[in-house]
């Protein structure tokens, strides 16, 4: 009986087995990523690659979906300067009309009628109106180019982020190794007698404490490497990038009257103001030729058939004519308009005004913070990292010597080790402070 309902459950489960096998899959979703899109994102990304900045920043600028995303207002701009070319279409008439009062011999004639206008713009409009579209289309190309100048300087802090964030974790790699050798040689000592347990377990601590500290670091070190991503293609999300290069970074210049005067000529930013300055200086005289009326010229034909009413017979014959419509701007002269245009040529211009002065204030600021960064970077450089490491090794030969106690070695590892990662922030804000000062003086070059 068993054998039995043990076979009945088997052919029951197979035949599940069967019928799930066979029955369609469920459809993908609409919404959401494809799966082929869901497996690129999701790849492994152990291996590091590296790559330089320029190389870096070529990707950026190939690949990043914003910038692909703004370059179509350009392509917008170049459909609004063919719009602008464009005439008026002809307008065709056609129409019929019959006698439906009367029938038979009586029926009066009827008219057939064809009839063909066309609108010419006068008072220039249509070159106005191109000036206007060429305009915009500069000031739109200008934007563009401030993003992408925004775009590469902001690639290119996150790429000194990741140099700076991979130097503080070698730091402490460097320094995880050099206690995991004191551990070593304190645990022979141990056995030798040479030193107590209570040596010895501290230094352990310290070794853990430190191991700790650098699984943070390398974390950190990490997630700013795979943070580069953000300014890249989905087909680059699974790649790890290793930065490579140093932060001994100088500005192009740091003469304030070549900053200003580069800020002034070439930030895009202002450039796109400028341009759109001048659109509205056209629009002006845009508005002042809509105050010319436009002249519709058309021409007509019409056909009367032939009628026998007794009354009034008509033969069949056929018109043409020629028709001419001009308004007459006695009640809209387009003041409004004109008015209008004025104010937003006014607001452009003090609009750029300000950012001009803004532009002074920026690169002033920038230029400030850049020396408080360089000078922070000159004091480590100075001799502060030479006199740390000089007395950390220095400790290192007393206490073998017996001079100084663990306590006192491992407090000149924490401080040199410490003097070193603030150098190695000092380093990241004085690359940051050059990225701010080209930002603001409109500079494109930086190399790492």
């Known amino acids: 009986m068993k054998t039995c309902l043990y076979l009945f459950l088997l052919m029951l489960f197979s035949e599940q087995l069967v019928a799930a096998a066979e029955s369609p899959s469920m459809p993908e979703s609409s919404e959401g990523p494809s799966a082929e899109r869901l497996a690129e994102l999701t790849k492994s990304t152990s291996r590091r690659t590296p790559i330089k900045l320029e190389d870096y920043l070529v990707k950026v600028a190939a690949s990043n979906l914003g910038y692909a995303s703004q370059r179509y207002n350009v392509s917008i701009a170049e459909a609004q300067i063919m719009a602008s070319k464009v005439f008026q279409n002809p ?3 056609i129409g019929n009309m019959r006698d439906v009062s009367n029938s038979g011999g009586q029926k009066l004639p009827g008219f057939y009628n064809g009839y063909i206008s066309q609108t010419i713009e006068l008072g220039g409009k249509r070159r106005e109106r191109q000036l206007v579209a060429r305009k915009n289309y500069a000031a739109v190309s200008s934007s563009l180019q401030s993003f992408l100048q925004n775009l590469r300087l902001d690639a290119s802090a996150a790429y000194a982020d990741a140099i700076a964030m991979g130097q503080v974790a070698s730091q402490f790699q460097r320094t995880a190794s050099l206690l995991r050798d004191l551990l070593q040689a304190q645990q022979e000592r141990q056995k030798a007698g040479d030193i107590s347990d209570v040596d010895l377990l501290q230094t352990r601590v310290e070794v853990r404490q430190y191991e700790a ?3 943070n670091a390398q974390a950190q070190a990490t997630n700013a490497e795979l943070g580069l991503n953000a ?4 087909q680059f999300a699974s790649t790890h990038w290793q930065p490579v290069g140093t932060l001994n970074v100088t500005p192009q210049s740091t003469d304030l009257f070549k900053l200003l005067s580069s800020a002034i000529r070439n930030r895009p930013d202002l450039v796109a103001m400028r341009d759109r300055r001048d659109a509205t200086g056209e629009n002006i005289k845009l508005e002042k030729a809509n105050r010319v009326p436009d002249l519709t010229v058309g021409v007509g034909w019409t056909n009367s058939t032939y009628s026998g009413n007794t009354t009034s017979p008509q033969p069949n014959y056929n018109m043409m004519g020629l028709q001419f419509s001009l308004p007459l701007p006695i009640w809209n002269q387009n003041k409004a308009g004109i008015a209008a245009a004025q104010a937003q040529a ?8 300000a950012a001009e002065v803004q532009a002074g204030v920026d690169v002033r600021r920038a230029l400030s913070l850049y020396g408080s960064a360089r000078e922070r970077v000159h004091l480590y450089q100075g001799g502060v990292l030479k006199d740390v490491d000089a007395a950390l090794e220095k400790r290192v030969v007393s206490y073998k010597r017996g001079g100084s106690s663990l306590l006192e070695l491992l407090d000149a590892q924490r401080k040199a080790n410490e003097v070193w990662q603030s150098f190695y922030d000092a380093q990241s804000d004085h690359a940051r402070a050059v990225i701010e000062l080209h930002r603001a ?6 190399h790492f």
Request: glycine letters at 8%; zero cysteines; charged letters at 10%.
């Open 91 to 93: 307008v065709l008439q």
């Open 213 to 215: 500290e650098l699984l």
């Open 231 to 234: 300014f890249l293609g989905p």
């Open 346 to 353: 006014s607001q452009s211009q003090l609009d750029l005004d």
């Open 441 to 446: 003086a409109g500079i494109w070059i930086i």
